[in-house]
């Protein structure tokens, strides 16, 4: 709570964007490098502060950290009000990592200087949602994102752009119009408990001023919003037509970044203001996620376009994140926030290899790819590795994530966890066939002369691959930074949901046990025996 | 010394990562003495610590090794640690020996690959993860291992990715095996829900002190059970052992016959207390599922001519001794047979990769024979592996497999009585096959039936080409013979026009007299007519001699015809009736007779005539003089003839927690059934040598229903995943895309129609917006009432 540093770094994530857009206007639109390397330089000093607050940040502190408090307009109860803790500080590093890989990795085919303003726009934006703790400045944040993305696939899109761009923008917007009605009804039912009007998270949460019934209410309204943005079954139709028209960029923030508003929301607003609701209605998530993960993975297999495919992938990964939050534990919620940032390394290094590839052979059809890994056989093993990530092998970062979440689900949602884990043989069986069907086989003379990656496109992503393997290697220092974060919202939880305690093992053992005590078992089951066997021979004589 | 533990997996580990850095620059041979190198650093480290363990008093040989904390969450955690014991130290020995020996193998195997530094890249990275396998201190490091030999297993399987068939292959082999993980990771979770914790030294302490319930036990069996038999290919996961046999033999080898196919032995073995406080039924699951499996390969492996395939169902069939032998609480007698099994399995692959490597890559045994001769250390060794694996006593598969049928027999007089008739035919078909590899004569260099097709398909060609022509011919002629109608027809009409006017003229003469005003001119015309008639009959004749010539030639175009399509028929009699290597093939079968064609046959077997099939260079030679004396004498480990030479039981014991069945039979009945035994053996021995060396019998009657039984497995799961199931996902993904989807498509379609029809002059977005803006307040406006409502009340 007091870790607040004397440089405001929080701001600073919104405004250096910002700053940047300024710059990016008044740089001449034909000058196309000079753009592109305004937007990185901005972008990537904003990653670089977010990633000095994995530094800076105090692990064992449970709250919000480089907290920024300023009242903006009192007799609204806006307040300036910002802060991070274990739960979003990885989301706004992702948000850091992944802005400069999506702009290094691609470049727009038109009006760069539209195109970067309004990436860096966007990228102001998602940092604000992340880091913001008021509850109208969080609203405004998660609305304004939709303006730049909404142009970047109706401007620099493929195919049916401008419907994909308007089915996105509608869906959306439709599904967040409810929540602003929640968030004024909840500050002012809670006015007389907080001592004023005020939509500051925190004391809007400790006060659960909210009937049962209204507090349902109100966490429908914010459920809805977050469902269509996750998105959960069978809210996702926006989703496969945006990431597949969306140009790279677009669809590497919308999958990495955008997709988490969500799924951070529900964890941040949805079960934190409103336990007793999120608890109730627990079921449905669980169940619409589950249904999400074996339906995304059917629907992935079958899909023609490459693009898609990757798309629906994504439908079965948020189905995995909300089974992770809706169970309510700590290995649960964890895994779930740990998948959060997998899923935008690997499904945005994905979306990035898969652009790499339409721009070369300037299609994304399944049946006529063949055979690449003869013709481009680093992309290939690059591919592999990512692709193994997202199908969550052991090693690689996806696992942890999804691990945890199952071994989470299984004690408080068993039957829901057992249907999962057959989501992880279909993410074998979609990725695998995908796989064999574009890189494997014998090339034909277009696919057989395709070029491999370049250099500077290999250490473009070279940042993920690293990532892929680190995390799931080590996940230590990103686990415990998001431990204490959790473990307060569940203790939360339990403390606002009458009967309600985390679900966990039926017994722990006090010690891990060591290798003497192997000996000390071993030597009791001998003992035992020769008792055993003692008895017997004088049962026998007697 | 224990504390070199965590050298065992880093050092191949360190191989694969250098390889991926350096691979390409070191290249062919250095990448592959790199790997070698490194596997054999491991192999030493492995005895250190196994002399540490061993210099340990008996009950205090377990050791464990944290590295780090892995995954920490709240009350869970698990660390990169390794538990060393004498279950894991005996893996890592055999794995590391064995692997060395494999690495060395392929140096010379895969020379002259393009990828060559790219498959010890491999190899070595399967090494380090078959090592955490069996090292890891809790069930989450096992499955990293598990998990890491299943990717490697994939990529070799599809090493050769150029040809469809790899790829599928490999592909089946990580999904069957991930239908497998799915019981292993609910295991995992169901041991977390009921101790809290999975790591081994928590798991055996727990339980051996009672905290599992016999019920949570058995579901915890069940559920590794799914998992090992996924691994181990056992019914009904098995299905894509076989097909693995696309990648490199040496994969086939070190991966699918000597290590990671053992992991699921090695997993519930691991677990033996759970398996021990689990019911009875459980347990005896497992040992049914194995006997059924060890039958159902074997029986399927007697009519597979592919060498390869062969020794692959042998391979899923041995496996499910193990099962059967884990089930009834053998564990060392699995652990046994799993380490002679590794030797001779993997001599076997070896010898075998051998003969392909001196065969120009052929894997049919119909088209070698006579090996022995071309190629003998590779026979010489190839036969101890053959008597190794057949049960003939002193060779090391004797010991161990006798030793699972003796538990067998105190457990279920069926699962003997099975075990034992897979004894059977085991011996049966590894002598089938030795005779139709080494024995008779090399049917290498005779014409394949296609060479045999293709040298007969011209003349079929060619008399083809005869009827074309023939028939080309035919029309012409009948044309003629239509037009020679016609004139006949024309011919005839002037006749009968020319006897019209002669009769005209006569009766006019004959109503006029002579002086008559024009008689002269009547007279004048008969005369003419008279003249006519004769002219158009001569014309009439010439004309119907034409028809009938023209008729003549039809025929003979027909006869030619006939004539060329009995050359057809003759030159299909010859192809048919061509001499064709035997579908069956035995020893004594006779060579075919090529001179009379021999100048027509096609290049690929006029190439083949000057290849020369050749000894494997020492590289391949050295592992299997190593790996045939180490199936000889494997027995020596646990010999039963007094307790003093249970070398292996007493070695595993603290490993096992006292949770070994225990044997009651008297030292007769054992001697009996050591006897039966070797009688099968030898029975099912003279009887191969009867029906393939000495060609008495017909093996037609034998091979047809094995070959139905191993074909149907494949077809009924083939079946479901194409039909059906996928039937399923072509539904879902269409119902999304018409009902889910259309659904959200036709709000926004009716929404903007409501737009249209009440503001004409607003243009497309702007009409859509203001509308749902429009309704957006409404709703909100009613939600915003509704909950002040209830909030105030």
């Given at each position: 709570?007091?870790?607040?540093?004397?440089?405001?770094?929080?701001?600073?994530?919104?405004?250096?964007?910002?700053?940047?857009?300024?710059v990016l206007m008044l740089i001449p639109a034909n000058r196309n490098s000079e753009l592109k390397l305004a937007a990185l330089v901005g972008t990537t000093i904003t990653g670089m502060m977010s990633i000095w607050m994995l530094y800076a940040f105090e692990i064992a502190d449970d709250g919000f950290q480089f907290a920024v408090n300023r009242v903006w307009l009192e007799e609204l109860g806006l307040s300036w009000n910002l802060g991070v803790d274990g739960i979003s500080l990885f989301l706004v590093v992702l948000t850091g990592i992944l802005f400069p890989i999506a702009i290094t990795a691609t470049e727009p085919h038109h009006?760069?200087?539209?195109?970067?303003?309004?990436?860096?726009?966007?990228?102001?934006?998602?940092?604000?949602?992340?880091?913001?703790?008021?509850?109208?400045?969080?609203?405004?944040?998660?609305?304004?994102?939709?303006?730049?993305?909404?142009?970047?696939?109706?401007?620099?899109?493929?195919?049916?752009?401008?419907?994909?761009?308007?089915?996105?923008?509608?869906?959306?917007?439709?599904?967040?119009?409810?929540?602003?009605?929640?968030?004024?009804?909840?500050?002012?039912?809670?006015?007389?408990?907080?001592?004023?009007?005020?939509?500051?998270?925190?004391?809007?949460?400790?006060?659960?001023?909210?009937?049962?019934?209204?507090?349902?209410?109100?966490?429908?309204?914010?459920?809805?919003?977050?469902?269509?943005?996750?998105?959960?079954?069978?809210?996702?139709?926006?989703?496969?037509?945006?990431?597949?028209?969306?140009?790279?960029?677009?669809?590497?923030?919308?999958?990495?970044?955008?997709?988490?508003?969500?799924?951070?929301?529900?964890?941040?607003?949805?079960?934190?203001?409103?336990?007793?609701?999120?608890?109730?209605?627990?079921?449905?998530?669980?169940?619409?996620?589950?249904?999400?993960?074996?339906?995304?993975?059917?629907?992935?297999?079958?899909?023609?376009?490459?693009?898609?495919?990757?798309?629906?992938?994504?439908?079965?990964?948020?189905?995995?994140?909300?089974?992770?939050?809706?169970?309510?534990?700590?290995?649960?919620?964890?895994?779930?926030?740990?998948?959060?940032?997998?899923?935008?390394?690997?499904?945005?290094?994905?979306?990035?290899?898969?652009?790499?590839?339409?721009?070369?052979?300037?299609?994304?059809?399944?049946?006529?790819?063949?055979?690449?890994?003869?013709?481009?056989?680093?992309?290939?093993?690059?591919?592999?590795?990512?692709?193994?990530?997202?199908?969550?092998?052991?090693?690689?970062?996806?696992?942890?994530?999804?691990?945890?979440?199952?071994?989470?689900?299984?004690?408080?949602?068993?039957?829901?966890?057992?249907?999962?884990?057959?989501?992880?043989?279909?993410?074998?069986?979609?990725?695998?066939?995908?796989?064999?069907?574009?890189?494997?086989?014998?090339?034909?003379?277009?696919?057989?002369?395709?070029?491999?990656?370049?250099?500077?496109?290999?250490?473009?992503?070279?940042?993920?691959?690293?990532?892929?393997?680190?995390?799931?290697?080590?996940?230590?220092?990103?686990?415990?930074?998001?431990?204490?974060?959790?473990?307060?919202?569940?203790?939360?939880?339990?403390?606002?949901?009458?009967?309600?305690?985390?679900?966990?093992?039926?017994?722990?053992?006090?010690?891990?046990?060591?290798?003497?005590?192997?000996?000390?078992?071993?030597?009791?089951?001998?003992?035992?025996?020769?008792?055993?066997?003692?008895?017997?021979?004088?049962?026998?004589?007697? | 010394?224990?504390?070199?533990?965590?050298?065992?997996?880093?050092?191949?580990?360190?191989?694969?990562?250098?390889?991926?850095?350096?691979?390409?620059?070191?290249?062919?041979?250095?990448?592959?003495?790199?790997?070698?190198?490194?596997?054999?650093?491991?192999?030493?480290?492995?005895?250190?610590?196994?002399?540490?363990?061993?210099?340990?008093?008996?009950?205090?040989?377990?050791?464990?090794?944290?590295?780090?904390?892995?995954?920490?969450?709240?009350?869970?955690?698990?660390?990169?640690?390794?538990?060393?014991?004498?279950?894991?130290?005996?893996?890592?020995?055999?794995?590391?020996?064995?692997?060395?020996?494999?690495?060395?193998?392929?140096?010379?195997?895969?020379?002259?690959?393009?990828?060559?530094?790219?498959?010890?890249?491999?190899?070595?990275?399967?090494?380090?993860?078959?090592?955490?396998?069996?090292?890891?201190?809790?069930?989450?490091?096992?499955?990293?291992?598990?998990?890491?030999?299943?990717?490697?297993?994939?990529?070799?399987?599809?090493?050769?990715?150029?040809?469809?068939?790899?790829?599928?292959?490999?592909?089946?082999?990580?999904?069957?095996?991930?239908?497998?993980?799915?019981?292993?990771?609910?295991?995992?979770?169901?041991?977390?829900?009921?101790?809290?914790?999975?790591?081994?030294?928590?798991?055996?302490?727990?339980?051996?002190?009672?905290?599992?319930?016999?019920?949570?036990?058995?579901?915890?069996?069940?559920?590794?059970?799914?998992?090992?038999?996924?691994?181990?290919?056992?019914?009904?996961?098995?299905?894509?052992?076989?097909?693995?046999?696309?990648?490199?033999?040496?994969?086939?080898?070190?991966?699918?016959?000597?290590?990671?196919?053992?992991?699921?032995?090695?997993?519930?073995?691991?677990?033996?207390?759970?398996?021990?406080?689990?019911?009875?039924?459980?347990?005896?699951?497992?040992?049914?599922?194995?006997?059924?499996?060890?039958?159902?390969?074997?029986?399927?492996?007697?009519?597979?001519?592919?060498?390869?395939?062969?020794?692959?169902?042998?391979?899923?069939?041995?496996?499910?001794?193990?099962?059967?032998?884990?089930?009834?609480?053998?564990?060392?007698?699995?652990?046994?047979?799993m380490i002679t099994h590794a030797f001779f399995k993997a001599l076997l692959f070896l010898g075998s990769g051998s003969v392909i490597h001196g065969h120009d890559d052929e894997q049919d045994m119909r088209r070698m024979g006579g090996v022995a001769k071309l190629m003998p250390i590779t026979s010489m060794t190839f036969i101890v592996g053959w008597l190794a694996i057949s049960g003939v006593p002193p060779f090391s598969g004797f010991w161990s497999k006798d030793e699972i049928l003796i538990y067998a027999w105190e457990a279920n007089i069926g699962l003997w009585a099975i075990g034992l008739v897979t004894a059977l035919l085991?011996?049966?078909?590894?002598?089938?096959?030795?005779?139709?590899?080494?024995?008779?004569?090399?049917?290498?260099?005779?014409?394949?039936?296609?060479?045999?097709?293709?040298?007969?398909v011209q003349g079929v060609l060619d008399a083809e080409a005869g009827v074309a022509a023939a028939n080309e011919a035919v029309g012409p002629a009948n044309e003629a013979v239509e037009k020679a109608l016609a004139d006949v027809t024309k011919r005839e009409e002037a006749l009968a026009k020319a006897t019209v006017t002669f009769d005209d003229a006569t009766t006019a003469l004959a109503g006029s007299s002579e002086g008559d005003d024009g008689y002269d001119k009547l007279v004048k015309a008969l005369t003419k007519a008279e003249k006519g008639v004769p002219k158009a009959e001569t014309a009439l004749v010439k004309a119907r001699?034409?028809?009938?010539?023209?008729?003549?030639?039809?025929?003979?175009?027909?006869?030619?015809?006939?004539?060329?399509?009995?050359?057809?028929?003759?030159?299909?009699?010859?192809?048919?009736?061509?001499?064709?290597?035997?579908?069956?093939?035995?020893?004594?079968?006779?060579?075919?007779?090529?001179?009379?064609?021999?100048?027509?046959?096609?290049?690929?077997?006029?190439?083949?005539?000057?290849?020369?099939?050749?000894?494997?260079?020492?590289?391949?030679?050295?592992?299997?003089?190593?790996?045939?004396?180490?199936?000889?004498?494997?027995?020596?480990?646990?010999?039963?003839?007094?307790?003093?030479?249970?070398?292996?039981?007493?070695?595993?014991?603290?490993?096992?927690?006292?949770?070994?069945?225990?044997?009651?039979?008297?030292?007769?009945?054992?001697?009996?059934?050591?006897?039966?035994?070797?009688?099968?053996?030898?029975?099912?021995?003279?009887?191969?040598?009867?029906?393939?060396?000495?060609?008495?019998?017909?093996?037609?009657?034998?091979?047809?229903?094995?070959?139905?039984?191993?074909?149907?497995?494949?077809?009924?799961?083939?079946?479901?995943?194409?039909?059906?199931?996928?039937?399923?996902?072509?539904?879902?993904?269409?119902?999304?895309?018409?009902?889910?989807?259309?659904?959200?498509?036709?709000?926004?379609?009716?929404?903007?129609?409501?737009?249209?029809?009440?503001?004409?002059?607003?243009?497309?977005?702007?009409?859509?917006?203001?509308?749902?803006?429009?309704?957006?307040?409404?709703?909100?406006?009613?939600?915003?009432?509704?909950?002040?409502?209830?909030?105030?009340?």
């Amino acid at each position: 709570m007091f870790a607040a540093a004397a440089f405001p770094i929080l701001p600073a994530l919104i405004i250096t964007p910002l700053i940047t857009v300024a710059v990016l206007m008044l740089i001449p639109a034909n000058r196309n490098s000079e753009l592109k390397l305004a937007a990185l330089v901005g972008t990537t000093i904003t990653g670089m502060m977010s990633i000095w607050m994995l530094y800076a940040f105090e692990i064992a502190d449970d709250g919000f950290q480089f907290a920024v408090n300023r009242v903006w307009l009192e007799e609204l109860g806006l307040s300036w009000n910002l802060g991070v803790d274990g739960i979003s500080l990885f989301l706004v590093v992702l948000t850091g990592i992944l802005f400069p890989i999506a702009i290094t990795a691609t470049e727009p085919h038109h009006d760069p200087k539209q195109y970067y303003i309004w990436l860096t726009l966007l990228m102001s934006g998602s940092m604000g949602v992340f880091i913001a703790l008021d509850l109208l400045l969080f609203f405004l944040f998660f609305e304004i994102v939709l303006v730049p993305m909404y142009f970047l696939i109706g401007g620099w899109g493929h195919g049916n752009r401008i419907h994909a761009a308007l089915k996105f923008f509608l869906y959306t917007m439709a599904g967040s119009a409810l929540m602003l009605v929640g968030i004024v009804s909840v500050a002012f039912l809670s006015q007389d408990a907080t001592g004023g009007l005020t939509f500051d998270v925190v004391q809007l949460a400790e006060a659960q001023a909210l009937s049962q019934t209204a507090q349902r209410l109100v966490f429908g309204s914010f459920a809805l919003a977050f469902a269509v943005k996750v998105p959960l079954f069978p809210l996702h139709t926006w989703l496969p037509d945006a990431h597949t028209e969306a140009p790279t960029a677009g669809s590497v923030i919308l999958a990495g970044v955008m997709l988490k508003l969500g799924t951070y929301g529900y964890l941040r607003f949805g079960i934190y203001l409103f336990p007793q609701a999120a608890h109730d209605l627990a079921w449905i998530f669980l169940t619409l996620g589950v249904i999400g993960i074996v339906y995304g993975a059917a629907v992935a297999t079958m899909q023609r376009d490459l693009k898609r495919l990757v798309a629906y992938s994504s439908v079965a990964h948020l189905g995995f994140i909300a089974l992770g939050m809706f169970v309510l534990n700590t290995q649960g919620i964890q895994g779930a926030v740990f998948q959060m940032v997998n899923h935008g390394i690997s499904t945005g290094a994905l979306f990035i290899l898969v652009g790499w590839v339409y721009e070369r052979r300037h299609t994304r059809e399944i049946a006529a790819l063949g055979g690449l890994q003869k013709s481009a056989p680093i992309m290939a093993g690059v591919f592999t590795l990512v692709m193994l990530s997202s199908i969550g092998l052991p090693g690689l970062n996806g696992f942890v994530g999804e691990f945890l979440i199952l071994l989470g689900g299984f004690q408080g949602a068993r039957w829901w966890t057992v249907i999962a884990v057959t989501g992880v043989i279909l993410a074998a069986l979609y990725l695998l066939w995908a796989y064999q069907r574009v890189f494997h086989g014998t090339p034909t003379e277009e696919n057989a002369s395709m070029p491999d990656l370049r250099l500077s496109e290999g250490l473009a992503i070279l940042p993920l691959l690293v990532l892929i393997v680190f995390l799931g290697v080590y996940p230590k220092p990103m686990l415990e930074r998001i431990e204490p974060a959790v473990e307060r919202l569940v203790v939360h939880v339990e403390a606002n949901v009458d009967g309600f305690e985390e679900p966990g093992p039926e017994q722990l053992p006090a010690e891990p046990a060591t290798a003497d005590d192997l000996t000390h078992t071993l030597e009791e089951a001998e003992a035992e025996a020769e008792a055993k066997e003692e008895a017997e021979s004088l049962g026998g004589e007697g | 010394m224990l504390e070199a533990a965590w050298l065992i997996p880093a050092l191949p580990l360190a191989g694969f990562m250098l390889l991926v850095l350096l691979g390409r620059r070191l290249g062919e041979p250095l990448a592959g003495w790199l790997a070698t190198g490194m596997m054999a650093l491991s192999f030493l480290a492995t005895l250190v610590v196994f002399a540490g363990l061993v210099a340990e008093d008996e009950a205090h040989r377990f050791f464990i090794q944290t590295i780090f904390t892995w995954v920490p969450s709240g009350t869970f955690s698990v660390d990169v640690g390794f538990l060393v014991d004498p279950l894991s130290i005996t893996m890592c020995l055999f794995i590391t020996g064995v692997g060395t020996l494999i690495h060395l193998y392929s140096v010379g195997y895969m020379h002259g690959d393009p990828n060559f530094s790219k498959f010890f890249l491999y190899l070595n990275l399967f090494a380090a993860s078959m090592l955490i396998l069996v090292l890891g201190d809790n069930l989450l490091m096992t499955f990293l291992g598990w998990e890491g030999v299943g990717a490697c297993s994939y990529f070799l399987i599809s090493f050769w990715f150029g040809k469809d068939e790899n790829a599928s292959a490999g592909k089946k082999a990580f999904v069957t095996n991930r239908i497998g993980d799915f019981g292993y990771m609910l295991g995992m979770f169901l041991m977390f829900n009921a101790i809290g914790s999975i790591r081994y030294a928590d798991i055996i302490t727990e339980t051996q002190a009672g905290a599992l319930s016999a019920g949570v036990a058995s579901a915890a069996v069940l559920l590794f059970m799914l998992a090992a038999a996924g691994k181990s290919a056992q019914i009904p996961l098995f299905v894509w052992l076989p097909d693995a046999m696309a990648g490199p033999t040496p994969v086939s080898a070190l991966i699918h016959a000597a290590t990671m196919v053992t992991s699921g032995v090695y997993l519930l073995t691991r677990l033996n207390p759970v398996l021990a406080a689990a019911d009875p039924w459980a347990t005896t699951t497992i040992a049914w599922i194995g006997a059924i499996t060890a039958l159902v390969a074997a029986l399927a492996a007697i009519s597979q001519n592919d060498i390869k395939r062969v020794l692959a169902y042998s391979t899923v069939s041995q496996l499910g001794y193990l099962f059967l032998a884990v089930g009834v609480g053998a564990y060392v007698a699995a652990l046994f047979h799993m380490i002679t099994h590794a030797f001779f399995k993997a001599l076997l692959f070896l010898g075998s990769g051998s003969v392909i490597h001196g065969h120009d890559d052929e894997q049919d045994m119909r088209r070698m024979g006579g090996v022995a001769k071309l190629m003998p250390i590779t026979s010489m060794t190839f036969i101890v592996g053959w008597l190794a694996i057949s049960g003939v006593p002193p060779f090391s598969g004797f010991w161990s497999k006798d030793e699972i049928l003796i538990y067998a027999w105190e457990a279920n007089i069926g699962l003997w009585a099975i075990g034992l008739v897979t004894a059977l035919l085991t011996a049966f078909y590894m002598t089938r096959q030795v005779i139709m590899t080494f024995f008779g004569r090399s049917r290498f260099f005779d014409p394949t039936p296609e060479e045999i097709n293709g040298a007969f398909v011209q003349g079929v060609l060619d008399a083809e080409a005869g009827v074309a022509a023939a028939n080309e011919a035919v029309g012409p002629a009948n044309e003629a013979v239509e037009k020679a109608l016609a004139d006949v027809t024309k011919r005839e009409e002037a006749l009968a026009k020319a006897t019209v006017t002669f009769d005209d003229a006569t009766t006019a003469l004959a109503g006029s007299s002579e002086g008559d005003d024009g008689y002269d001119k009547l007279v004048k015309a008969l005369t003419k007519a008279e003249k006519g008639v004769p002219k158009a009959e001569t014309a009439l004749v010439k004309a119907r001699d034409k028809h009938t010539e023209a008729l003549a030639d039809v025929q003979v175009a027909e006869e030619a015809i006939d004539a060329a399509r009995l050359k057809i028929g003759e030159a299909e009699r010859e192809r048919a009736t061509a001499p064709r290597p035997p579908e069956y093939v035995t020893a004594s079968s006779s060579p075919i007779d090529v001179s009379a064609f021999e100048d027509r046959l096609p290049e690929s077997y006029h190439k083949r005539q000057e290849y020369h099939p050749h000894e494997s260079p020492w590289t391949m030679t050295l592992p299997l003089v190593v790996l045939a004396g180490l199936a000889a004498v494997a027995g020596g480990i646990n010999l039963p003839f007094t307790k003093d030479l249970h070398f292996l039981a007493h070695w595993l014991e603290p490993s096992l927690f006292l949770n070994e069945a225990k044997l009651t039979s008297s030292a007769g009945t054992k001697w009996i059934l050591a006897f039966v035994a070797i009688a099968v053996g030898v029975v099912a021995i003279v009887a191969a040598f009867g029906v393939y060396l000495r060609g008495k019998g017909d093996p037609k009657q034998v091979e047809n229903k094995s070959l139905a039984l191993a074909v149907t497995w494949d077809t009924a799961l083939a079946a479901f995943m194409g039909g059906p199931g996928r039937k399923l996902f072509d539904v879902l993904s269409f119902l999304d895309k018409k009902v889910v989807d259309g659904a959200v498509e036709g709000v926004g379609h009716r929404v903007q129609a409501a737009g249209t029809a009440a503001r004409k002059l607003q243009p497309g977005f702007v009409r859509q917006y203001s509308l749902l803006v429009v309704m957006a307040t409404a709703v909100v406006g009613l939600f915003m009432l509704t909950v002040l409502w209830l909030g105030a009340t």
